[in-house]
């Protein structure tokens, strides 16, 4: 970078950093950003997959992009930061009190998959566009007033309710393999990619306008037995498997009669073998099976695995 006028002391001038805008050192093993508040001026931090085990951003006010996936960070502290648009740090063992994101209002794109805290509040965040946070430990996610959000996937976690009611601009929702038992989507009137299998659903509401989806993956829930559905005539159509996947017992209707949640459990149903219901890498991105490189098995009894494959 040309900062250090003693190559090899390890320490740099702050008058010869305060003016850098960006730092990229991605799997060089680093294991500590101490003095990185003196890089008063730096606007993108990319310092994925290093050891690093805690990271203090608050002083780091200029920042628009931050991406620190696959690192050990436990705590991470972000502070005021107006600016900051992309945060990555899917991979990173964050706790209870690690993710705090009150204080970074502009953030559009929030990629936290495979942490440890259970709870994500991102309401009243009117900027957030994209939240991906699968695989973890969530059991509870605030989207209220969120109005320009328009991709929402949280699968593998155990979510057990998601209120849509802020979210109208909402165009994609995937939360497969969670515990999930009721969906309403009907005030989401942007909504065409709906991925919500092996979930112990009880009742869905698809009337949200759309007579025809992009994708609707409902299966493997074998305590659902009716979807409200706008058209239940359009819907006799949704036969294309690559497009529609559904269990042969779920009836599309647009009164299927009944009021969350449905007395009907049908727990004999439930197989007992557990099988594959989603494969993500290590930055909680869901991904297909590739050789040679280390991936997260996520199972239907809600177990996860990490698996190298060699070839």
């Given at each position: 970078?040309?900062?250090?006028?003693?190559?090899?002391?390890?320490?740099?001038?702050?008058?010869?950093?305060?003016?850098?805008?960006?730092?990229?050192?991605?799997?060089?093993?680093i294991?500590?950003?101490?003095?990185?508040?003196?890089?008063?001026?730096l606007?993108?931090?990319?310092?994925?997959?290093?050891?690093?085990?805690?990271?203090?951003l608050?002083?780091?006010?200029?920042?628009?992009?931050?991406?620190?996936?696959?690192?050990?960070?436990?705590?991470?502290?972000?502070?005021?930061?107006?600016n900051?648009?992309?945060?990555f740090?899917?991979?990173?063992?964050?706790s209870?009190?690690?993710?705090?994101?009150?204080?970074?209002?502009?953030l559009?794109?929030?990629?936290c998959?495979h942490?440890?805290?259970?709870?994500?509040?991102?309401?009243?965040?009117?900027?957030?566009?994209?939240?991906?946070?699968?695989?973890?430990n969530l059991?509870?996610?605030?989207?209220?007033?969120?109005p320009?959000?328009?991709?929402?996937?949280?699968?593998?976690?155990?979510?057990?309710?998601?209120?849509?009611?802020?979210t109208?601009?909402?165009s994609?929702?995937?939360?497969?393999a969670?515990q999930?038992?009721?969906?309403?989507?009907?005030?989401?009137?942007?909504?065409s990619?709906i991925?919500?299998?092996?979930?112990?659903?009880?009742?869905v509401?698809?009337?949200?306008?759309?007579?025809s989806?992009?994708?609707?993956?409902?299966f493997?829930?074998?305590?659902?037995?009716?979807i409200?559905?706008?058209?239940s005539?359009?819907?006799?159509s949704?036969?294309?498997?690559?497009?529609y996947?559904?269990?042969?017992?779920?009836?599309l209707?647009?009164?299927?009669?009944?009021?969350?949640?449905?007395?009907?459990?049908?727990?004999?149903?439930?197989?007992n073998?557990?099988?594959?219901?989603?494969?993500?890498?290590?930055?909680?991105?869901?991904?297909?099976?590739?050789?040679?490189t280390?991936?997260?098995?996520?199972?239907?009894?809600?177990?996860?695995?990490?698996?190298?494959?060699?070839?």
């Amino acid at each position: 970078m040309g900062v250090d006028p003693i190559q090899g002391d390890g320490q740099v001038l702050t008058s010869n950093i305060d003016t850098v805008t960006q730092l990229i050192f991605g799997t060089l093993q680093i294991v500590d950003l101490s003095g990185i508040e003196d890089f008063t001026d730096l606007r993108k931090l990319h310092v994925d997959y290093n050891n690093i085990t805690s990271l203090d951003l608050s002083s780091n006010v200029e920042l628009t992009y931050v991406s620190i996936e696959g690192n050990s960070i436990t705590n991470l502290v972000l502070g005021y930061l107006p600016n900051l648009t992309h945060l990555f740090c899917g991979g990173n063992p964050l706790s209870v009190s690690g993710l705090d994101l009150s204080n970074c209002q502009s953030l559009q794109f929030l990629g936290c998959g495979h942490g440890d805290f259970p709870t994500l509040n991102l309401g009243n965040h009117p900027a957030i566009k994209s939240i991906w946070c699968t695989g973890g430990n969530l059991y509870s996610i605030n989207v209220s007033n969120t109005p320009n959000l328009n991709d929402l996937r949280c699968g593998a976690n155990p979510l057990t309710e998601i209120d849509f009611s802020d979210t109208p601009s909402l165009s994609r929702f995937s939360a497969p393999a969670c515990q999930l038992t009721e969906l309403d989507f009907s005030n989401n009137s942007q909504l065409s990619s709906i991925n919500i299998h092996t979930n112990p659903l009880q009742c869905v509401n698809l009337k949200n306008g759309f007579t025809s989806f992009a994708e609707l993956y409902v299966f493997n829930t074998p305590n659902l037995t009716c979807i409200e559905v706008q058209d239940s005539t359009a819907a006799a159509s949704w036969t294309d498997p690559g497009d529609y996947q559904f269990d042969s017992h779920i009836l599309l209707r647009e009164n299927c009669g009944y009021s969350c949640p449905s007395p009907t459990i049908l727990t004999d149903s439930i197989p007992n073998e557990k099988y594959v219901v989603g494969i993500f890498d290590l930055t909680g991105r869901e991904t297909l099976s590739v050789p040679n490189t280390t991936l997260i098995y996520v199972y239907s009894d809600g177990t996860k695995e990490m698996v190298y494959r060699f070839e």
